[in-house]
C-alpha cells in the first residue's frame, strides 16, 4: 500500500484545514486508517484514527471537539478535517495504515510522507 497525504499549509490561529490521503491498491477498505502528527524536535503521536468501513473512529483527546476524520473507499482516500487550529497544531502530518486496528505508531504498517501544516498565532 503506497500513501500520499496533502493539503497542509499555513493558517491563522481559529482557522481550518482539510487534509487528504489516498491509497494505492484494491484492499482499501481492509485497513483501518490514521492520521499521527510530529512537531520539531518531538515524537509521532497519534491524532484520529477511522475503522475500515468508517464506522468507528477514535481521537486523541487534542483533536476531539475540533477534528473529524473520514474516508472514502470508493475514492481509496481518507481526510482529517480540522477545524478551530491552534499553533500548538503545528506539525508534519502523516496519514497511515494499519492491518489490525491501533491507535500506536509501532502499530501502523504503511505510511505516507507526511504534509505540513503551520498555524500561525
Known amino acids: 500500500v503506497q500513501l500520499q497525504g496533502s493539503g497542509g499549509g499555513l493558517v491563522q490561529a481559529g482557522g481550518y484545514l482539510r487534509l487528504s490521503c489516498v491509497a494505492s491498491?484494491?484492499?482499501?477498505?481492509?485497513?483501518?486508517m490514521g492520521w499521527f502528527q510530529q512537531a520539531p524536535g518531538k515524537e509521532r503521536r497519534f491524532v484520529a484514527a477511522?475503522?475500515?468501513?468508517?464506522?468507528?473512529?477514535y481521537f486523541a483527546d487534542s483533536a476531539k471537539g475540533r477534528f473529524t476524520i473520514s474516508r472514502d473507499n470508493t475514492e481509496n482516500t481518507v481526510y482529517l478535517q480540522m477545524n478551530s487550529l491552534k499553533p500548538e497544531d503545528t506539525a508534519v502530518y502523516y496519514c497511515?495504515?494499519?492491518?489490525?486496528?491501533?491507535?500506536?505508531?509501532?502499530?501502523?504498517?504503511?505510511w505516507g510522507k507526511g504534509t505540513e501544516v503551520t498555524v500561525s498565532s
Open positions: 491498491g484494491r484492499t482499501f477498505g481492509s485497513y483501518d
Open positions: 477511522i475503522s475500515g468501513s468508517g464506522g468507528h473512529t
Open positions: 497511515a495504515a494499519a492491518r489490525i486496528p491501533s491507535t500506536s505508531v509501532r502499530g501502523m504498517d504503511y
